[in-house]
């Protein structure tokens, strides 16, 4: 059985920092991106950064320049450094790791990232 276990969030001033941490266990293999996504009250889940087996990393472009995603894919593990947080930082935090080759997607528990004001 897979699992996700994701850490680090918690209730944060504006402008302050936090990091997200995520270590996949179970039987996988073949993964070819790890990510973040985030859910806000009354919206859709959105993608914040993922990084590739290749190295290759994306973002969104509201977190560009405050947010940096690195991950040991080997160790499966894979982390968010979050700086200059805003109050429109708020969600929950989702980990994802997926495999097109595999065919899965699976998903962690989500952990809270609340920003102050």
Known sequence: QVQLVESGGGLVQAGGSLRLSCAVSGSIFSIDAMGWYRQAPGTQRELVAAVTRGGSTSYADSVKGRFTISANISKRTVYL?????????TAVYYCNVASSRASYSYWGQGTQVTVSS
């Open 81 to 89: 450094q979050m700086n200059s947080l805003k109050p429109e930082d």
